[in-house]
Protein backbone atom coordinates (compact mmCIF):
# COMPACT_ATOMS: atom_id res chain seq x y z
CA UNK A 1 0.00 0.00 0.00
CA UNK A 2 1.65 3.20 -0.84
CA UNK A 3 2.18 6.01 1.23
CA UNK A 4 -0.52 9.05 0.73
CA UNK A 5 2.13 11.74 1.45
CA UNK A 6 4.21 10.24 -1.26
CA UNK A 7 1.13 9.80 -3.73
CA UNK A 8 0.83 13.54 -3.55
CA UNK A 9 4.49 14.36 -4.23
CA UNK A 10 4.45 11.74 -7.58
CA UNK A 11 0.90 13.02 -8.81
CA UNK A 12 2.46 16.95 -8.19
CA UNK A 13 5.85 16.58 -9.42
CA UNK A 14 5.65 18.38 -12.19
CA UNK A 15 4.14 21.32 -10.00
CA UNK A 16 6.85 20.58 -7.58
CA UNK A 17 9.71 20.81 -9.51
CA UNK A 18 8.43 24.41 -11.50
CA UNK A 19 7.74 25.79 -7.80
CA UNK A 20 11.43 24.72 -7.06
CA UNK A 21 13.22 25.68 -9.80
CA UNK A 22 11.94 29.38 -9.36
CA UNK A 23 12.72 28.86 -5.74
CA UNK A 24 15.48 31.62 -4.72
CA UNK A 25 19.07 30.35 -2.91
CA UNK A 26 18.29 29.73 0.76
CA UNK A 27 20.89 33.19 1.13
CA UNK A 28 17.99 35.05 0.15
CA UNK A 29 15.00 33.78 1.82
CA UNK A 30 17.10 33.76 5.04
CA UNK A 31 17.69 37.93 4.50
CA UNK A 32 13.83 38.53 3.71
CA UNK A 33 13.01 36.90 6.82
CA UNK A 34 15.65 38.93 8.75
CA UNK A 35 14.17 42.26 6.81
CA UNK A 36 10.95 41.14 8.42
CA UNK A 37 11.88 40.88 11.70
CA UNK A 38 13.06 44.72 11.64
CA UNK A 39 9.39 45.32 10.92
CA UNK A 40 8.28 43.14 13.56
CA UNK A 41 9.09 46.03 16.25
CA UNK A 42 5.92 48.68 16.82
CA UNK A 43 8.71 51.53 17.77
CA UNK A 44 10.74 50.76 14.67
CA UNK A 45 7.08 50.85 12.84
CA UNK A 46 6.41 54.10 14.57
CA UNK A 47 9.59 55.48 13.42
CA UNK A 48 9.30 54.32 9.53
CA UNK A 49 5.69 55.68 9.60
CA UNK A 50 6.91 59.35 11.11
CA UNK A 51 9.19 59.09 8.87
CA UNK A 52 6.94 58.24 6.02
CA UNK A 53 5.39 61.80 6.21
CA UNK A 54 8.59 63.86 6.59
CA UNK A 55 12.35 63.52 7.00
CA UNK A 56 13.12 64.23 10.76
CA UNK A 57 15.69 64.40 13.21
CA UNK A 58 16.49 62.10 16.09
CA UNK A 59 15.34 65.05 18.06
CA UNK A 60 11.96 66.02 16.60
CA UNK A 61 10.92 61.67 16.09
CA UNK A 62 12.17 61.30 20.21
CA UNK A 63 9.12 64.14 20.44
CA UNK A 64 6.82 62.65 18.20
CA UNK A 65 7.19 59.01 19.84
CA UNK A 66 7.71 60.23 23.67
CA UNK A 67 11.03 58.39 23.86
CA UNK A 68 14.31 59.00 24.47
CA UNK A 69 16.95 60.20 22.22
CA UNK A 70 19.05 57.10 23.02
CA UNK A 71 16.02 55.06 22.57
CA UNK A 72 15.37 56.60 19.19
CA UNK A 73 19.00 56.38 17.74
CA UNK A 74 19.29 52.28 18.62
CA UNK A 75 16.06 51.70 16.59
CA UNK A 76 17.33 54.12 13.90
CA UNK A 77 20.94 52.41 13.84
CA UNK A 78 18.98 48.95 13.04
CA UNK A 79 16.62 50.73 10.54
CA UNK A 80 19.96 51.99 9.03
CA UNK A 81 21.48 48.64 8.85
CA UNK A 82 18.62 47.26 7.42
CA UNK A 83 18.86 49.90 4.91
CA UNK A 84 15.03 50.61 5.20
CA UNK A 85 16.30 54.55 6.40
CA UNK A 86 19.09 57.06 5.17
CA UNK A 87 20.81 59.54 6.54
CA UNK A 88 22.07 62.90 5.65
CA UNK A 89 24.05 65.58 7.42
CA UNK A 90 23.14 69.42 7.94
CA UNK A 91 25.48 71.42 10.12
CA UNK A 92 25.47 69.25 13.39
CA UNK A 93 22.01 67.74 12.94
CA UNK A 94 21.52 64.44 11.22
CA UNK A 95 18.33 64.16 9.08
CA UNK A 96 16.55 60.42 8.94
CA UNK A 97 14.19 59.57 5.88
CA UNK A 98 12.83 56.76 4.08
CA UNK A 99 15.56 54.71 2.42
CA UNK A 100 13.75 54.69 -1.08
CA UNK A 101 10.38 53.71 -2.40
CA UNK A 102 9.94 50.39 -1.72
CA UNK A 103 10.22 50.76 1.89
CA UNK A 104 7.10 53.24 1.14
CA UNK A 105 5.52 50.79 -0.48
CA UNK A 106 6.19 48.13 2.11
CA UNK A 107 4.84 50.44 4.55
CA UNK A 108 1.49 51.08 2.37
CA UNK A 109 1.31 47.96 2.01
CA UNK A 110 1.15 46.72 5.50
CA UNK A 111 -1.37 49.74 6.42
CA UNK A 112 -3.59 48.24 3.40
CA UNK A 113 -3.68 45.08 4.56
CA UNK A 114 -4.23 45.38 8.34
CA UNK A 115 -6.77 48.08 7.51
CA UNK A 116 -9.12 45.32 5.43
Not at 9 to 21: K, P, S, W
Not at 32 to 44: H, N
Not at 83 to 93: M, P, S
Amino acid sequence: MADSQNDFLVAHEELVNRVLEKQPDDEYLYDLAELFKVFGDSTRIKILYALFESELCVGDIAQILGLSQSAVSHQLRILKDSKLVKFRRDGKIIFYSLDDDHVRNIISMGMEHVEE
